[in-house]
């Protein structure tokens, strides 16, 4: 009879352990940036989901490189609740195809999350491509006298087809941007990007990345920063 409840109780607490057992999911597990610029900051967001019974608890991020950061507001997670992370890669003087692999530790199991993240850094973007976008860096600085609140940029088509351009990567909860619903063949389209009213007195980075309807694979990544210039002679 004792080895019965001995059992019954084993059995019991292997059951309460695999029903309590911690869980993750990823909204995006790869991410490719496509083109960008070298000596810039490129951001993707994704979430984490805790979708076990049991609290998530966040051990460790590895990213393999300094130039890649992943911050993390809290590092437990309730059942049924998400955390969004920005993935920050600073492309230095990085140049051509590159790839980074960063990893998630926690107590969902003994193997991490695995990510991957690609971009292919060029020192100028060239005119002769596909589709380029110029600027190819948005900057919205506040000067003194002056601030830069909005920027209006070229979309270049070469190819011999209209092309729809979208936006395949997260939102921007600092900025506003409107694409033209077309670029024709040979020819150019023109969008801009404007600062959000509550953005206007703050510094950020951030990125955008567009895609575009001749290839689903060709995006083109434009890094974003606002600046805050000071006036010092006084």
């Known amino acids: 009879m004792r080895k019965l409840i001995i059992t019954i109780f084993a059995v019991l607490c292997l059951g309460h352990a695999a029903f309590g057992q911690a869980a993750i999911e990823c909204s995006s597990m790869d991410f490719d940036f496509g083109f960008t610029v070298h000596n810039s900051i490129i951001v993707h967001k994704i979430w984490l989901k805790s979708t076990g019974k049991d609290t998530l608890k966040i051990k460790d991020i590895e990213t393999g490189c300094l130039c890649t950061t992943m911050p993390l507001s ?27 692999y960063p990893r998630i530790y926690s107590n969902a199991g003994d193997k991490p999350l695995r990510l991957t993240l690609f971009t292919n850094v060029q020192n100028v973007p060239d005119s002769n491509m596909t589709v380029s976008v110029w600027p190819y860096r948005f900057e919205l600085g506040r000067h003194p006298l002056k601030s830069i609140d909005s920027i209006q940029f070229r979309i270049k088509n070469t190819s011999d ?67 805050l210039y000071i006036d010092k002679s006084g």
């Not at 309730?78 to 590159?98: H, K, N, Q």
């Not at 600092?174 to 694409?179: G, K, R, T």
């Open 74 to 100: 809290k590092k437990d997670i309730a059942p049924g609740d998400s955390e969004e992370i920005s993935i920050l890669w600073d492309t230095e003087r990085t140049y051509g195809p590159v790839n980074r």
């Open 161 to 227: 087809k209209d092309i729809e351009p979208k936006i395949v990567s997260h939102l921007l909860e600092q900025c506003e941007i409107v694409l033209p619903q077309t670029v024709p063949a040979k020819g150019d389209g023109f969008g801009y990007i404007k600062l959000r009213p509550g953005f206007i007195d703050k510094e950020f980075q951030n990125s955008v990345t567009f895609g575009f309807s001749f290839d689903e694979k060709y995006h083109i990544t434009v890094p974003i920063r606002r600046k």
